[in-house]
């Protein structure tokens, strides 16, 4: 059984840093594409970053690009993001979702219970 | 970027009776070369993941119940519930993957009449 387990969220002044994980099991990680989405409170999806199975390929939304890195550690299953300089706009539930293919197709067929972000004074 | 826009905002259909989304791309999602359209339908309940129900524009996903149909090409699409029942109340979206940035429509609130 596919499993995504997201951690990592928390509350935030503007300007801070959190790095979420998302812990993957149940499938060849390794071998599918892993993407993070975010939900602001009572409001639509947003996609925010894909990384390919290897991890040689990444794409960013422009909100979140330069200030976060998606990455991955394969050989523990799990996936990361780092994200600094946080704004109160970036306050949502980030889902972690897996790929249908190893490459950034962008299809996601498998989401995590998601991890809360809130960045406030 | 590819802006998807849903209508409409929300329905409400009785138990048994269709329900119809539409959705337009600002450009085409189709990729002619292999004539395949890069748009997939989720489908969100209240407190809930998104589930993925179709992508390719049609193809159903595993599991999806085969009342749950999507057809277009191009920049127009729909996803239909053909006999809606009480599990179906949800918001869907449609979201295109012909590049990033992969967008998402604005969501389709699903009701009971």
Redesign the interface.
Known sequence: EVQLLESGGGLVQPGGSLRLSCAASGFMFGSYAMGWVRQAPGQGLQWVSVISGTGGSTHYADSVKGRSTISRDNSKNTLYLQMNSLRAEDTAVYYCAKDLTGDCLGVFDFWGQGTKVTVSS | ?IVMTQSPDSLAVSLGERATINCKSSQSVLYSSINKN?L?W?Q?KPGQ????LI?WASTR?SGVPDRFSGRGSGTDFTLTISSLQAEDVA?Y?C?Q?YD????????TKVEIK
Do not use: C, H, S
Request: net charge negative.
């Open positions: 970027d890069f997939a989720y969100q993941p998104p589930k993925l992508y996903e918001v979206y979201q993957y990033t940035p992969y967008t998402f429509g604005g969501g």
